[in-house]
C-alpha cells in the first residue's frame, strides 16, 4: 500500500439495517488531511459455484425480481446468511440445495468485489469438479430451472450472460480451457 | 421469457433514501400465485471503460473506503449521477475527467447486473480506441494513480485484480485479443 493513499477509518453510523443489507454513513481521514464521508451498502457476502465435468456445466435461469428479469442465466450461488458458516460450506450447501449435486473436487477461484464505490460485498468463487448426484435439494427454490450447459457452447453462455458472478467465472474458465 | 418464472410488481416503499442508493421493499406476485417480498437497492448505474491502444491500456488505482482497500486496481469508472446523461456521453466524460484522455472510437462492450440479488444497478462497459490526450481533467480525484499498463502483461491484471467490472473488461479483452 501506498502511504500516499491510505486512510483511516474514523467511525460511523448505521442509517438503514435491514433483511439484506445495512446502510452506513462512514467517516475516512485521508494521508492527506481530508476528511471524508462515505454512504456504504454493508453486505454478509455470496458465493457462487462454477460446477462442470468433462462435458457440461451447471447454469441456473432463476426471476430476479430487483432487476425485473424473470430469466437471467447464472451459475449457481447463495449469500453468506448462516451465522459463522464459511465460504466453502455455503458453496457446499448450496449446489446441493440449487442443483442438487455434490463435488469431490473443490477449488476456489478468486475473490472479488461486486461494486467497490458502495457497497463492501464481496463474492467468492469456487470450482466444484469430480460431481456426483446429492439429495440435499431442499426444495426451497423450485422457481429456479437447472440447464446442463454444453463446455462447447461456453461461448454462447458467455455471450448470453450479462451477470457479474456468471460472467466472471464463466470467462475465467474459458481462460483455463485454452491455456 | 417463461410464463413459469414471471412475476408482476405490486408495488412497495422507500425504506431508506440516501445519496447514492435508495433501499425500497417491493412486493411481487409469481406466476404461481405466491407473493414474495424484496428488499432492493436501487442504484442510479455506472459506466466503466477500457481504453487501449496497440501497446498499453490504461488502468487506475484508487483507495476505496468501502471495501477498506487504498490500492483497488480497476479500470476508469463513475457513476450515472448526472440527471438525463446517457451512458456513453457518461464514460467520455470519466475517461477525460479520470485520465485525460479522449477517444475518436467508442464501441459498447456489454452491460451487466452487478448483484441481481439485491441491487438493480447496471454497469455499461465501454472500449475506447484511437485515443488522444484531453484537457478536460478536473483535478477532483487528486487521490487516482494512472497507470499505462503493457497490454503484453494483460494476464498480470486480471491475475491482480479483484474489482468484479475489471475482472470483466480485462477478461473480454482477453478473449477478444486471443479470437
Given at each position: ?8 477509518a474514523?467511525?460511523?453510523e ?11 454513513i ?42 425485473d ?12 446468511d ?26 476456489p477461484?478468486l ?21 456426483f ?20 457452447r ?20 474459458g ?5
Open positions: 500500500m501506498s502511504a500516499g493513499r491510505g486512510f483511516q474514523l467511525g460511523g448505521t442509517v438503514y439495517d435491514g433483511r439484506l443489507v445495512q446502510v452506513r462512514e467517516r475516512f481521514r485521508h494521508a492527506d488531511g481530508e476528511e471524508v464521508s462515505r454512504e456504504i451498502v454493508r453486505h454478509q457476502g455470496a458465493v457462487g459455484i462454477l460446477a462442470h465435468d468433462a462435458e457440461q456445466l451447471w447454469l441456473v435461469r432463476q426471476p430476479r425480481e430487483a432487476v428479469e424473470p430469466e437471467l442465466l447464472e451459475i449457481p450461488a447463495g449469500r453468506l448462516v451465522p459463522g458458516e464459511q465460504p466453502l460450506a455455503a458453496a457446499q450447501r448450496e449446489l446441493a440445495e440449487e442443483v442438487g449435486l455434490g463435488a469431490r473436487q473443490w477449488d477461484i475473490t472479488y468485489y461486486t461494486g467497490a464505490g458502495f457497497t463492501d460485498e464481496r463474492v467468492h468463487l469456487f470450482l466444484a469438479t469430480d460431481l448426484p446429492s439429495s440435499a435439494d431442499s426444495g426451497e427454490n423450485e422457481r429456479i430451472e437447472i440447464l446442463r450447459w454444453p463446455l462447447q461456453l461461448g454462447e453462455a458467455i455471450d448470453q450472460c450479462r451477470d457479474a458472478k456468471t460472467l466472471i467465472a464463466l470467462m475465467w474458465l481462460r483455463r480451457l485454452n491455456a
